[in-house]
């Protein structure tokens, strides 16, 4: 029997119903918990994960997000060690046009600033990145402005 497209994403119907994840227009394998505020025209590859649970995630028109990205609000790590009984939430801002390559972590805390660029692998801790810049490695580094002088298409 031949599997068509269309079984493939009736597929996200069933996992939806199944879970707290709620379907999504962008792929049946994006999970996205809580309530983001998502902008229009935003592409989120598969396998990707959105965590906004109990905090602000926004991610702004026109961007680009890569498959295997994670963008998580919290961090649980203290409770798991019993310093804390409270998981920490933070706030995630993506202004628009940001591009996140492919197997990146976007961390609370984090704003990007539009027309940015996370390079593949990347880790984003809590930061306050600049309108134009390149975000690269662990521990990430960012270079404000990269692309600032890069001419926009015709």
């Known amino acids: 029997m031949k599997k068509t497209f269309k079984s493939f994403f009736s597929r996200s119907k069933w996992f939806s119903d199944k879970s707290s994840y709620k ?7 994006v999970l996205i918990h809580g309530d983001p505020n998502i902008g229009e025209g935003v592409y989120i590859g598969a396998f990707s994960v959105v965590n906004a649970k ?14 295997f990205v994670s963008i998580n609000c919290a961090d649980s790590h203290r409770v798991a060690l019993e310093f804390s009984t409270k998981i920490d939430r933070r706030s995630i801002i993506l202004e628009d046009h940001v ?3 492919s197997h990146c972590v976007i961390k609370g805390g984090v704003k990007l600033g539009h027309h940015s660029v996370v390079a593949a692998g990347t880790i984003v801790d809590s930061c306050d990145v600049p309108p134009y ?10 270079k404000p402005g990269y692309y ?3 001419g926009r298409k015709s």
Request: net charge negative; charged share 10%.
């Open 148 to 150: 600032m002088h890069q």
């Open 23 to 29: 379907k999504n227009p962008y792929h049946p394998f």
């Open 133 to 142: 810049s390149l975000i690269a490695g662990n521990p990430m580094v960012v």
């Open 54 to 67: 109990d905090s602000e995630v926004n991610i702004g028109p026109y961007c680009d997000i890569a498959s």
């Open 99 to 101: 591009f996140v390559g």
